[in-house]
């Protein structure tokens, strides 16, 4: 059952290994069911896909039925029964040309137990019972009640298909340093790109040229617009908002985060939740047994119990089989709940977390255990200068100028981190002269002379090699001592920063009942820093890839945990946990590829995010599936005593069918 065609209730999709072959964004809605073709039975009763013509032909059926209803008396007086016949034929068959042409199609690929030959076959009977009116309303409110259920289940599909509405499909690649449009597809990595103010950049790739804002939106959930200049990455499919930018390619479009999104999107639908499959079973069962049940009504008190019963005719007891057969249509069930599902998967998409199926939401539910990654899960996974420490009577900007005349020539990332952290507060790289020099000592720092006046930057160990007391102690990162000369200046403390949003994440996950933990290579210590700053729960430390893999066994794995990461190593993981969820911003493509769950702009409140997400999917197909079987059973016993007619039966269901749907459309919006 694809949960993009226009219409799901089709029994013959209801099995769990249905509609092996999709293409849940083709526009027809249609789709194959092994080696027999489909695209008789996309739903759409002949205007489905046309909403105005759909609106146009229900407008005058209701003007036709209604007009009947109002005359039926004076017809009837005029020109007997044959003419009222006549006359609510005309929107009976308006309204049932297309049903009867799809029950049609259903039974010449055997199945003969569906919605449409229940339409079809309660409402010939109707009409031989004489209740012409009862049949024409059963026609007319069903397909109201199904237009009104595509329309609802396009609403929850336009987030996804946002999503492709986002994908960029020329760019403006620079040949000589001239514009030349072409398909996205043809560009390659290493070209320049020009993306205008308004345009969506093209593909993944680095700022060489302009400055601008950029709104990632589409891509990350995050509706900041961020600020690029040369040297900023971007990613294709966000927008550029002012100025005009230069991008250089990191690759192809296929290696784009855009690409990755719209096949994960794409390949969602494919993966049903248990809960999905159960109601599929459940619904492949139910209609032959009300069928039978109906059967049973029908015959067995005209006679039987002709002689208990004092209205036991056949005309009675046929008629209240119809209303068994109208009521019992499982449209609510098999529409909303897949339709609750991908209403979770959208409304995550929404928020910047791609849901690779229904079956990761239901999984999301048996968690009782969220397990994370410390470095570039928790933390940033990049160093930064967290603390700058002057001796006495030493300012903060000498000791980091000290280390900016030792650290400038390095290409280490705490070097480079050091850089970063002076230019942001302006201050100027210092160029070498003739007789300066430069030289890193392995395992301890740099030494510079710039001017005559040498500079360290490095441990402890450095500084003692020339006669410098530093003191060392124990610091979550790295700690670069600095000297000049002889005199001790101070420190700096780099390291790899808790995210600002952590903390909060694991707060509202211990809220939702859940425990944390923390799983890591890195040594005792700044694990022990980084599950205290966060506020988990425990951690373990200093393990190998492989003893990552048995710490997570124990911890719940495939039974009760979910976990975090974003390195390669995490893959293993990923795939034995319960739920993996990777952060796809900087997480590598193993992890991406196999991970349940994708979190674009690495937060970690979106993992409390998505749990809530689930949770809301879960509550709202079980109120839909005890509100569809409650109300169908009540309205059932209540046709088989006498006390519903087809007027009420068709209304119920009808009903019945809105309200599971408006209920399921309700997580888009929370």
Same mark, same amino acid.
């Given at each position: 059952?694809?949960?993009?065609?226009?219409?799901?209730?089709?029994?013959?999709c209801?099995?769990?290994?249905?509609?092996?072959?999709?293409?849940?964004?083709a526009?027809?809605?249609a789709?194959?069911?092994?080696?027999?073709?489909?695209?008789?039975?996309?739903?759409?009763h002949d205007?489905?896909?046309?909403?105005?013509?759909?609106i146009r032909?229900?407008?005058?059926?209701?003007?036709?039925?209604?007009?009947?209803?109002?005359?039926?008396?004076r017809i009837a007086?005029?020109?007997g029964?044959?003419?009222?016949?006549?006359v609510?034929?005309?929107?009976?068959?308006?309204c049932?040309?297309s049903?009867?042409?799809?029950a049609?199609e259903?039974?010449?690929?055997?199945?003969?137990l569906?919605?449409?030959?229940?339409?079809?076959?309660?409402?010939?009977?109707?009409?031989?019972?004489g209740?012409?009116?009862?049949a024409?309303?059963?026609?007319?409110?069903?397909?109201i009640?199904?237009?009104?259920?595509?329309r609802a289940?396009?609403?929850?599909?336009r987030s996804?298909?946002?999503?492709?509405?986002?994908?960029?499909?020329t760019a403006?690649?620079l040949e000589?340093?001239?514009?030349?449009?072409k398909?996205?597809?043809?560009?390659?990595?290493g070209?320049?790109?020009?993306v205008?103010a308004?345009?969506?950049?093209?593909?993944?790739?680095?700022v060489?040229?302009?400055?601008?804002?950029?709104?990632?939106?589409p891509?990350?959930?995050?509706?900041?617009p961020?600020s690029?200049?040369?040297?900023?990455?971007?990613?294709?499919?966000?927008v550029?908002?002012?100025?005009?930018?230069?991008?250089?390619?990191?690759?192809?479009?296929?290696?784009?985060?855009?690409a990755?999104i719209?096949?994960?999107v794409?390949h969602?639908?494919?993966r049903?939740?248990?809960?999905?499959?159960f109601i599929t079973r459940?619904?492949?069962?139910?209609?032959?047994?009300v069928?039978a049940?109906a059967?049973?009504?029908?015959?067995?008190?005209p006679?039987?119990?002709?002689?208990?019963?004092a209205?036991?005719t056949f005309h009675?007891?046929?008629y209240?089989a119809?209303?068994?057969?109208v009521?019992?249509?499982p449209?609510?069930?098999?529409?909303?709940?897949?339709?609750g599902?991908?209403?979770g998967?959208?409304?995550a998409?929404r928020?910047g977390?791609?849901?690779?199926g229904?079956?990761v939401?239901?999984?999301?539910?048996?968690?009782?255990?969220?397990v994370f990654?410390?470095?570039?899960?928790l933390?940033?996974?990049?160093?930064e200068?967290?603390?700058?420490?002057?001796?006495?009577?030493?300012s903060?900007?000498?000791?980091?100028?000290?280390?900016?005349?030792?650290?400038?020539?390095?290409?280490h990332p705490?070097?480079?981190?050091?850089?970063?952290?002076?230019?942001k507060?302006g &201050?100027?790289?210092?160029?070498?002269?003739? #007789?300066?020099?430069?030289? %890193?000592?392995?395992g301890?720092g740099?030494? @510079? *002379? +710039?001017?005559?006046?040498?500079?360290?930057?490095?441990n402890?160990a450095?500084?003692a090699?020339?006669g410098?007391a530093?003191?060392d102690?124990?610091?979550?990162g790295?700690?670069?001592?600095v000297?000049?000369?002889?005199?001790?200046l101070?420190?700096?403390?780099v390291?790899?920063?808790?995210r600002p949003?952590?903390?909060?994440?694991?707060?509202s996950l211990?809220?939702?009942g859940?425990s944390?933990w923390m799983?890591?290579?890195?040594?005792e210590?700044?694990?022990?820093?980084?599950?205290?700053?966060?506020?988990?729960g425990?951690?373990?430390a200093?393990?190998l890839?492989?003893?990552?893999?048995e710490?997570?066994?124990?911890?719940?794995?495939t039974e009760?945990?979910?976990?975090?990461g974003?390195g390669?190593?995490d893959?293993p993981?990923?795939? &034995?946990?319960?739920?993996?969820?990777?952060? #796809?911003?900087?997480?590598s %493509?193993?992890?991406?590829?196999?991970?349940? @769950? *994708? +979190?674009?702009?690495?937060?970690?409140?979106?993992?409390?995010?998505?749990?809530?997400?689930?949770?809301?999917v879960?509550?709202?197909?079980w109120?839909?599936?005890?509100?569809?079987?409650?109300?169908?059973?009540a309205?059932?016993a209540?046709?088989?005593?006498g006390?519903s007619?087809l007027w009420?039966?068709?209304?119920?269901?009808?009903g019945?069918?809105?309200?599971?749907?408006l209920?399921?459309?309700?997580?888009m919006?929370?």
């Amino acid at each position: 059952m694809s949960i993009f065609s226009p219409k799901t209730c089709c029994p013959a999709c209801s099995g769990e290994a249905a509609c092996p072959s999709r293409e849940p964004f083709a526009e027809s809605g249609a789709h194959a069911h092994g080696d027999h073709s489909h695209d008789s039975h996309d739903h759409s009763h002949d205007g489905a896909e046309d909403p105005k013509r759909e609106i146009r032909l229900l407008a005058l059926c209701s003007v036709l039925f209604f007009g009947a209803l109002i005359l039926e008396d004076r017809i009837a007086g005029l020109a007997g029964r044959a003419g009222v016949y006549a006359v609510f034929a005309v929107p009976y068959f308006l309204c049932g040309v297309s049903i009867f042409r799809s029950a049609w199609e259903q039974a010449r690929k055997g199945s003969w137990l569906n919605e449409f030959t229940l339409m079809c076959g309660a409402t010939v009977t109707a009409v031989a019972l004489g209740q012409l009116p009862e049949a024409v309303g059963v026609m007319l409110f069903y397909r109201i009640g199904e237009f009104f259920q595509e329309r609802a289940s396009a609403g929850s599909r336009r987030s996804i298909r946002g999503l492709l509405a986002s994908k960029p499909t020329t760019a403006h690649v620079l040949e000589n340093g001239v514009p030349v449009q072409k398909r996205v597809e043809e560009v390659e990595k290493g070209q320049l790109v020009q993306v205008r103010a308004g345009e969506k950049i093209p593909l993944d790739g680095l700022v060489t040229a302009g400055e601008s804002q950029v709104d990632q939106s589409p891509l990350t959930g995050e509706s900041v617009p961020l600020s690029v200049a040369p040297g900023s990455a971007v990613l294709g499919g966000s927008v550029n908002l002012s100025g005009v930018l230069t991008v250089e390619a990191s690759g192809s479009f296929a290696d784009t985060h855009m690409a990755r999104i719209l096949e994960m999107v794409e390949h969602a639908a494919t993966r049903k939740s248990p809960t999905e499959r159960f109601i599929t079973r459940f619904a492949r069962y139910y209609t032959p047994a009300v069928v039978a049940a109906a059967f049973l009504v029908a015959v067995i008190p005209p006679l039987f119990l002709s002689g208990v019963l004092a209205d036991a005719t056949f005309h009675t007891w046929v008629y209240r089989a119809l209303v068994m057969l109208v009521i019992s249509c499982p449209c609510a069930l098999i529409i909303s709940i897949p339709l609750g599902y991908f209403g979770g998967i959208g409304a995550a998409s929404r928020r910047g977390i791609l849901v690779k199926g229904g079956n990761v939401l239901d999984g999301l539910m048996h968690v009782n255990t969220v397990v994370f990654d410390k470095t570039g899960t928790l933390t940033k996974g990049v160093f930064e200068v967290v603390r700058i420490t002057p001796a006495p009577g030493v300012s903060e900007e000498a000791v980091l100028r000290a280390a900016l005349s030792a650290e400038s020539s390095s290409n280490h990332p705490i070097a480079r981190s050091i850089l970063a952290h002076a230019r942001k507060r302006g &201050l100027p790289e210092p160029a070498p002269g003739p #007789g300066d020099s430069v030289r %890193e000592v392995p395992g301890k720092g740099m030494e @510079a *002379v +710039i001017n005559g006046r040498r500079f360290l930057a490095g441990n402890a160990a450095l500084l003692a090699a020339h006669g410098v007391a530093a003191e060392d102690h124990y610091h979550p990162g790295a700690l670069v001592h600095v000297a000049e000369g002889s005199a001790y200046l101070g420190s700096i403390l780099v390291a790899d920063v808790i995210r600002p949003e952590a903390k909060a994440a694991v707060a509202s996950l211990k809220r939702q009942g859940m425990s944390t933990w923390m799983l890591t290579g890195d040594r005792e210590a700044s694990a022990a820093w980084a599950a205290e700053e966060a506020g988990l729960g425990g951690f373990t430390a200093e393990l190998l890839p492989e003893g990552k893999v048995e710490a997570m066994r124990k911890l719940g794995g495939t039974e009760s945990a979910a976990f975090v990461g974003d390195g390669i190593n995490d893959a293993p993981i990923l795939a &034995l946990s319960r739920v993996g969820i990777a952060m #796809g911003g900087m997480g590598s %493509e193993a992890a991406i590829e196999a991970a349940d @769950a *994708v +979190i674009l702009n690495d937060s970690p409140a979106k993992v409390a995010e998505l749990f809530r997400i689930a949770k809301n999917v879960r509550a709202v197909v079980w109120q839909n599936i005890a509100l569809a079987l409650g109300i169908k059973t009540a309205f059932m016993a209540l046709g088989i005593v006498g006390l519903s007619g087809l007027w009420e039966a068709v209304f119920a269901d009808v009903g019945v069918a809105l309200l599971a749907v408006l209920n399921a459309t309700r997580v888009m919006n929370k």
